[in-house]
């Protein structure tokens, strides 16, 4: 790998034995003094205010809300790592249409608007650009469909503490579920987190 830099000619001025300058001998040398690729990821680039930052990670988070205390913790960890970041946030509401019941959809439909809408007002409250998604079907597909159709850098979902017969029930959660399958590293974040 090479790469391109600028040199600059120097003249200097010889030296004798005895310590005294020459001014009527000079020798040129080239000195390199800045390299010029403007792909190297590791430079620094300038922002809106004109001092330097480094090129962000993530450039857009994708968080799955949930109406548990995991749920609004994922929310709350993906706003934190996209403010951190200055990336965009989907937040992403799935309806679980699995149980056809129009009563038990329509509940979930409110549910869901309430959650998008509250994680918009947080955002903003952060200076954080957050769109309000929705989707319905199986959970797990319905985000791995979202995260590769809108290029998610980074997926943040909630996993609440499982125990007795929800183990037996449900044995692969939506976190994992999701970690399996995604392209985009996946964050899961508990309520105690």
Known sequence: ??????????????????????????????????????????????????????????????????????????????????????????????????????????RRERTGEALVEDAAARGEALGVDVEKRFRYGAPHEEVLDFADAHDADLIVVGSARRTGLDRLVRPETLPVRVQRGAAAPVMIVGADD
């Open 1 to 106: 790998m090479s790469a391109d830099t600028n040199t600059t000619h120097v003249e200097t001025t010889d030296v004798d034995a005895a310590g005294t300058a020459d001014p009527t001998a000079t020798s040129e040398t080239a000195v390199p003094n800045a390299v010029d690729d403007a792909s190297d990821p590791t430079r620094s680039v300038p922002d809106s205010t004109g001092s330097a930052r480094s090129p962000s990670v993530f450039d857009r988070v994708l968080v799955v809300t949930g109406d548990d205390e995991a749920g609004r913790a994922a929310v709350d960890a993906g706003l934190d790592v996209a403010a951190a970041h200055g990336a965009t946030v989907d937040a992403l509401y799935v309806v679980d249409t699995s149980e056809h019941w129009d009563v038990v959809v329509e």
